[in-house]
C-alpha cells in the first residue's frame, strides 16, 4: 500500500455574520463584537417565540454573473462566493479545476429555503404553469455544490454531505481523506446556510432556540453559561482549499495549515439527545488518526451552540479526553449557529488564531454552568500561540465529527 499523501490548507474564503475578511473576523474575535441581531420581521409567523438571528452584512448576490446566479438561491450565492475568495487566497490556476484532478465537497442542511416557499406559494396560488423552470436548481439539495462546481468549470469529484450541523466539517473530512488517498490533488470543501425564518421555527418547535434575550441580542447566545437558553440561528459560508503537500509545494502555493486528522461517527442512540461517549469517541480517533496524543492539542473549537443539554454533555466529553488544562472555547458565541456552514467557518478561524497568536474567548460565557465546569473555558481572549487545534461539530441524528489542524510546519 502506498503512503498516504500529507494534506495542506492553500487558501480559505468566509462570509460569516462577524466579518468577510481575515482582518475583520480577527477583529470581531478579538474585541467581543457580536453579530447577532434583532429579527423584528420573524414576528409574521405565528407562535415563533424566537426573534433573533446572525445575518451577513457586505455581500451583494448580484456581484455574481446572472448566467450563473439565475440557477443559485442565497445558500449557493454564499458559497460560490466564499469559494471565490479561497482559490483567489490559493491563487489555483483555473486550469487546475478543468483538470479532473481538483474536485469540491460542499454541504448544506436542508434545500434552500427561500426558493423552497416560493414554489409552494406559487403553485399554491397561480398552479404549476407560473412556476419558473430554474426554481429547482435553486432548491436542490445539492445546490450549493453542484453550481459552485458549474460556477468554477470543476470537473473532478462533487460530493454534497447533508449531516446538519457536521455537514461542512465532513466535506473537510472527506477532502481530506480523498487527497491523502490520492483520488484527487486538490478539494475544496465547505459548506453555506441562509437565514430564513423556517430554519428558526425547526429549532424553536424542538424548544433549542434562544428566546429570553430578543431585546438583547447580542447577548445570546451564551454557549456553556449558566444563563444560555438555547441556540441563535445564523447564516454564512466557508470554504477552504485543500491540498496535497507535495502538489502544493509544485505550484509554489501558500501553507497556511494542514489537516492531520479526521473522525466522524455515529452515537446510534437517539436522534436529537447528545452522547458524551460518542462525542469522546470520536475526539480520541481524531487525535490517533493524526498519530497525536491529548497533550499534543494547543486549543479546542468547541461545537457548543448554548442548549441546554448539549454543551454540558459536549464540555464533559471534552474534559474526559483532553483533560482540564487544554484551551476551550465555541466561537458560535460571536456568529451565532451558522449550521451546515459552520465546521468550515470554525475551521477558519482556528487557522487566523493560528496565525495570529491568539485564542477567542466564548462570547457572553460570564457564569459556566455547574454542568460545564472542568475543561479550561475561556472568557477572555488569550495571547497565546498553539500550534495544533482540535475543531469538533456535533448534529442531530447522533453523527460526530472531530478535526485536527495544525499550523504550518
Known amino acids: 500500500m502506498s503512503p498516504k499523501r500529507r494534506v495542506v490548507i492553500t487558501g480559505f474564503g468566509a462570509l460569516t455574520p462577524i466579518g468577510n475578511d481575515a482582518d475583520g473576523i480577527v477583529a470581531s474575535l478579538r474585541g467581543g463584537r457580536s453579530g447577532i441581531r434583532a429579527m423584528p420581521q420573524w414576528a409574521e409567523w405565528k407562535d415563533l417565540h424566537t426573534r433573533v438571528g446572525g445575518v451577513v452584512d457586505g455581500f451583494d448576490e448580484k456581484s455574481i454573473p446572472r448566467e450563473f446566479r439565475r440557477s443559485m438561491s442565497r445558500m449557493a450565492c454564499l458559497a460560490a462566493e466564499a469559494t471565490r475568495r479561497a482559490l483567489e487566497s490559493s491563487r489555483l490556476p483555473a486550469e487546475t479545476l478543468s483538470s479532473g484532478r481538483a474536485g469540491i465537497s460542499l454541504g448544506q442542511t436542508v434545500a434552500a429555503p427561500s426558493p423552497t416557499q416560493v414554489y409552494f406559494d406559487t403553485l399554491r396560488a397561480e398552479g404549476v404553469r407560473a412556476l419558473k423552470s430554474t426554481t429547482f436548481f435553486q432548491m436542490m439539495g445539492h445546490s450549493a455544490a453542484a453550481n459552485t462546481a458549474l460556477m468554477f468549470g470543476c470537473k473532478g469529484r462533487v460530493w454534497a454531505p447533508n449531516a446538519a450541523c457536521a455537514s461542512s ?35 424553536d418547535i424542538v424548544q433549542g432556540t434562544s428566546r429570553a434575550f430578543n431585546a438583547s441580542p447580542t447577548q445570546t447566545p451564551r454557549p456553556f453559561d449558566r444563563a444560555r437558553d438555547g441556540l441563535v440561528v445564523a447564516e454564512g459560508a466557508g470554504v477552504v482549499v485543500l491540498e496535497a503537500l507535495d502538489h502544493a509545494v509544485k505550484r509554489g502555493a501558500p501553507v497556511l495549515g494542514e489537516v492531520l486528522g479526521f473522525a466522524t461517527t455515529c452515537d446510534g442512540e437517539h436522534m436529537s439527545q447528545p452522547s458524551k461517549a460518542g462525542m469522546a469517541k470520536t475526539m480520541a480517533l481524531a487525535l490517533e488518526g493524526a498519530g497525536l496524543a491529548a497533550r499534543d492539542i494547543g486549543y479546542v473549537n468547541a461545537h457548543a451552540t448554548a442548549t441546554p443539554t448539549g454543551d454540558g454533555v459536549e464540555a464533559q466529553a471534552t474534559l474526559d479526553v483532553l483533560g482540564a488544562g487544554v484551551p476551550v472555547s465555541s466561537t458560535k458565541g460571536h456568529t451565532g449557529h451558522t449550521l451546515a456552514a459552520c465546521g468550515a467557518i470554525e475551521v477558519i478561524f482556528s487557522l487566523l488564531m493560528m496565525q495570529r497568536g491568539f485564542l477567542a474567548p466564548t462570547l457572553n460565557l460570564s457564569d459556566v454552568a455547574d454542568d460545564c465546569r472542568g475543561p479550561n473555558l475561556l472568557r477572555e481572549p488569550l495571547e497565546q500561540r498553539v500550534t495544533r487545534v482540535l475543531s469538533n461539530n456535533f448534529a442531530f441524528g447522533g453523527v460526530n465529527t472531530s478535526l485536527v489542524l495544525s499550523a504550518p510546519a
Open 169 to 203: 466539517s465532513q466535506a473537510i473530512g472527506q477532502g481530506f481523506e480523498t487527497i491523502a488517498a490520492g483520488q484527487q490533488d486538490v478539494m475544496l470543501c465547505g459548506g453555506s446556510e441562509e437565514l430564513h425564518a423556517t430554519t428558526a421555527i425547526t429549532f
